[in-house]
């Protein structure tokens, strides 16, 4: 087959529709030009505004929340037994033990006895001297009784000799009235009622003074007796001493002597451990104690679990730039505490509801609290601030910003200070 040309393969191409096709394609690249550049301007001006860059990567953001604020502090706390007395030896001499380190012992059951020959000799001396004076006393009360019977005989003989002396008086004034006695037996019978009466009177008073030494002689070997009684009772109970009781039910910690030796007195012997009331003994750092108070709430932490309790006391001194404080549970106490035991505590300073917070961060060492970088569309901008109360994990934000501003809260020292600040990807 023969082909004289390519002429029956060519089209003919319309002049109108190239046209239409080249303003499409020029229309469609602007389009997408002007789209480009809708994007790049704010890029480009946050350029131009810009005083340095910083990778979004070096810095850390954070978002202004409404919520409740709650200012702490945690520390770390060590178990201590509210309740923990120490046993002394009341007097010289050998101890015995009768238990061992770490026993569990109950209130009142014996802990060691102690020998001591020279309390017991004189409790045996004074009581002694007690049963003495109880002889005397009782000697006493015999004597006054035979005396009060001898003032009252002495007593009835003046008495029956008055009556007498009286019955002669009369007899004598009838006599005498019918001259039936001389004058001189009527002077004598006088004289007698007279002498009478002075016995009788004399007789009397006799026996209320005898009573009364009697009275008194006795109230004195009274008192002897009873101070002697005291003396034998605090003897007595120095004795019983000897048989050392536990104070409180509890663990005995660490003996402080060994058995069979010889102790002086108030020597210590040995320390009960009350388990039932433990409490937490925190050491607070100083920038901490102004805000410090009695009956401030606090969380304890032990195995994963929270536990309410309270600061009961405050030291009134700083040692080693640290306040000590004491926290005592409020409910529940947690099981299986030991003493010196290691547990997180966290101190409720304030409690604030619906207030402005950021996250903690290095910001505020940086600026020190009195700006922070606000972050709007990759730029962050200077923006002057007033922080309030500080936690552990936040920060009140009293003016400067609101809810929902995003700031840097990393530490801003590598901005130099800047006014704007481009984040980069």
């Given at each position: 087959?023969?082909?004289?040309?390519?002429?029956?393969?060519?089209?003919?191409?319309?002049?109108?529709?190239?046209?239409?096709?080249?303003?499409?394609?020029?229309?469609?690249?602007?389009?997408?030009?002007?789209?480009?550049?809708?994007?790049?301007?704010?890029?480009?001006?946050?350029?131009?505004?810009?005083?340095?860059?910083?990778?979004?990567?070096?810095?850390?953001?954070?978002?202004?929340?409404?919520?409740?604020?709650?200012?702490?502090?945690?520390?770390?706390?060590?178990?201590?037994?509210?309740?923990?007395?120490?046993?002394?030896?009341?007097?010289?001499?050998?101890?015995?033990?009768?238990?061992?380190?770490?026993?569990?012992?109950?209130?009142?059951?014996?802990?060691?006895?102690?020998?001591?020959?020279?309390?017991?000799?004189?409790?045996?001396?004074?009581?002694?001297?007690?049963?003495?004076?109880?002889?005397?006393?009782?000697?006493?009360?015999?004597?006054?009784?035979?005396?009060?019977?001898?003032?009252?005989?002495?007593?009835?003989?003046?008495?029956?000799?008055?009556?007498?002396?009286?019955?002669?008086?009369?007899?004598?004034?009838q006599g005498y009235k019918k001259n039936a006695i001389s004058q001189i037996d009527y002077e004598k019978a006088q004289d007698e009622l007279e002498n009478a009466t002075l016995q009788f009177s004399h007789a009397v008073q006799d026996a209320e003074l005898n009573i009364e030494s009697l009275d008194f002689d006795s109230k004195s070997l009274s008192l002897d007796l009873r101070r002697q009684k005291l003396l034998v009772n605090e003897l007595q109970r120095q004795v019983d001493g000897l048989n050392i009781l536990s104070p409180v039910t509890g663990i005995v910690g660490n003996l402080s002597t060994d058995n069979k030796t010889f102790m002086s007195k108030?020597?210590?012997?040995?320390?009960?451990?009350?388990?039932?009331?433990?409490?937490?003994?925190?050491?607070?750092?100083?920038?901490?104690?102004?805000?410090?108070?009695?009956?401030?709430?606090?969380?304890?932490?032990?195995?994963?679990?929270?536990?309410?309790?309270?600061?009961?006391?405050?030291?009134?001194?700083?040692?080693?730039?640290?306040?000590?404080?004491?926290?005592?549970?409020?409910?529940?106490?947690?099981?299986?505490?030991?003493?010196?035991?290691?547990?997180?505590?966290?101190?409720?300073?304030?409690?604030?509801?619906?207030?402005?917070?950021?996250?903690?961060?290095?910001?505020?060492?940086?600026?020190?609290?009195?700006?922070?970088?606000?972050?709007?569309?990759?730029?962050?901008?200077?923006?002057?601030?007033?922080?309030?109360?500080?936690?552990?994990?936040?920060?009140?934000?009293?003016?400067?910003?609101?809810?929902?501003?995003?700031?840097?809260?990393?530490?801003?020292?590598?901005?130099?200070?800047?006014?704007?600040?481009?984040?980069?990807?």
């Open positions: 087959m023969i082909i004289k040309d390519t002429s029956l393969q060519d089209t003919k191409i319309s002049t109108q529709k190239s046209t239409s096709k080249r303003w499409l394609t020029l229309g469609l690249s602007v389009v997408v030009l002007a789209g480009v550049i809708w994007q790049v301007a704010p890029a480009a001006s946050n350029w131009s505004q810009a005083e340095k860059s910083i990778s979004l990567k070096r810095v850390r953001l954070g978002t202004i929340e409404l919520g409740d604020f709650t200012r702490d502090i945690s520390v770390l706390g060590r178990v201590v037994a509210a309740v923990s007395p120490t046993v002394y030896a009341p007097a010289d001499g050998t101890i015995t033990l009768a238990i061992e380190s770490g026993y569990e012992v109950k209130e009142g059951q014996l802990l060691a006895t102690l020998d001591s020959p020279e309390l017991t000799s004189k409790l045996f001396q004074q009581q002694a001297t007690w049963e003495g004076l109880q002889s005397s006393y009782q000697r006493q009360k015999i004597q006054a009784k035979k005396q009060r019977l001898a003032d009252q005989k002495s007593v009835d003989l003046a008495n029956v000799k008055l009556t007498t002396a009286k019955r002669e008086k009369r007899r004598a004034d108030n020597q210590p012997i040995l320390m009960v451990v009350d388990l039932r009331r433990l409490e937490v003994e925190i050491a607070i750092p100083e920038s901490y104690a102004d805000d410090l108070a009695i009956g401030m709430d606090v969380d304890i932490k032990f195995e994963q679990r929270s536990f309410s309790a309270r600061l009961v006391t405050i030291s009134p001194e700083i040692l080693n730039n640290q306040v000590t404080g004491r926290v005592r549970f409020t409910k529940d106490t947690p099981p299986k505490l030991r003493q010196n035991q290691r547990l997180t505590t966290q101190i409720i300073l304030e409690h604030k509801e619906n207030i402005l917070q950021v996250p903690r961060g290095q910001f505020l060492e940086s600026s020190g609290g009195r700006f922070a970088y606000k972050v709007i569309d990759g730029l962050a901008t200077k923006q002057p601030i007033s922080l309030g109360a500080r936690s552990l994990s936040h920060v009140e934000v009293v003016s400067g910003l609101k809810e929902g501003d995003q700031i840097i809260i990393s530490g801003t020292d590598i901005f130099d200070s800047a006014e704007q600040v481009l984040l980069t990807q």
